[in-house]
């Protein structure tokens, strides 16, 4: 079974007492997961030590970064390197995600970099795409995903996509009132694994998680992860609440 992943991106939330103590209240719960399924916290840097020692005797809980730098290093104040992530031990990292690329103007070359430095030290990204809502709104957002998987996936070899993750974000979803329905989720889902069955086949496509993160909750987890298409959730503001992100990953399949 390929794996099913509840991923908290914490954003530039909760200071570093606040962040503790939330790790503390999830990992008191004792939810034992199988051998597929992960918990993965993306938090910022400032925080990742403390929640690689948080989660360290705990099975399959990890901690990512939520983003690197597309340099392997020099002068570039302010930014963080994939190897400086690696050499930390948090082995995934949040790359593209639609924060990054609407705020920060991330382009999908950019991305292709910050993907091969992160691969080339050991770190698996979570590679996210997903179209804005006049995108949506114009039925092109097939072509619009696909894009993105081909002008920043496609370079990889058929052994180096499979140690990648991919999160779909439904950015017209998220903040605007519009709901994703389930079906909505499944739909994009399978097509993003058809693109990549297109390009690599279709035994490589069925290993790649694919993760949706489309305003991901409690109350609605268990039936958008029930999918067959749907690997799990990148979540945002759910999962800074202990209570809700505890039933997020008892939701995954």
């Known amino acids: ?21 939330l790790l503390d ?11 597929h399924q ?7 840097y400032p925080h990742l030590l403390m929640t690689r020692s948080e989660v360290d ?16 290093s020099g002068a570039f104040t302010g930014e963080v390197s994939a190897e400086m992530i690696h050499s930390i031990g948090v082995p995934y990292c949040v790359i593209g995600h639609s924060e990054r690329r609407e705020y920060f103007n991330e382009t999908n070359s950019q991305l292709s970099e910050k993907l091969n430095l992160c691969l080339e030290n050991f770190i698996c990204p979570i590679f996210c795409c997903g179209e804005p809502l006049s995108v949506r709104e114009a039925g092109t957002q097939n072509e619009f995903v696909a894009t993105q998987l081909k002008e920043s996936l496609f370079h990889l070899s058929p052994e180096k996509i499979k140690e990648i993750v991919i ?8 903040g605007t009132g519009k709901t994703a329905t389930t079906e909505q989720a499944q739909e994009i889902h ?14 490589i496509a069925n290993q790649i998680s694919i993760l949706y993160g489309g305003s991901v909750k409690a ?24 209570s809700d992100f505890i039933e997020i990953i008892k939701a995954l399949k």
């Open 190 to 203: 399978a097509y993003l694994r058809y693109v990549l069955a297109d390009q690599y086949g279709a035994d």
């Open 25 to 35: 209240d999830i990992l008191e719960a004792n939810i034992t997961l199988a051998s």
């Open 167 to 174: 999160a779909y974000e439904p950015i017209w979803a998220i």
């Open 57 to 72: 005797n705990a099975r399959n809980y990890h901690v990512a970064a939520q983003n690197c730098y597309d340099k392997k």
């Open 219 to 242: 109350n609605n987890a268990k039936e958008l992860f029930s999918s067959p298409d749907v690997d799990g959730g990148l979540v945002g503001g759910a999962s800074l609440v202990a």
């Open 38 to 44: 992960y918990a993965i916290f993306a938090v910022p």
């Open 1 to 21: 079974m390929r794996k099913q992943i509840a991923a908290a991106n914490w954003k530039m939330n909760l200071t570093f007492q606040q962040g503790e103590k």
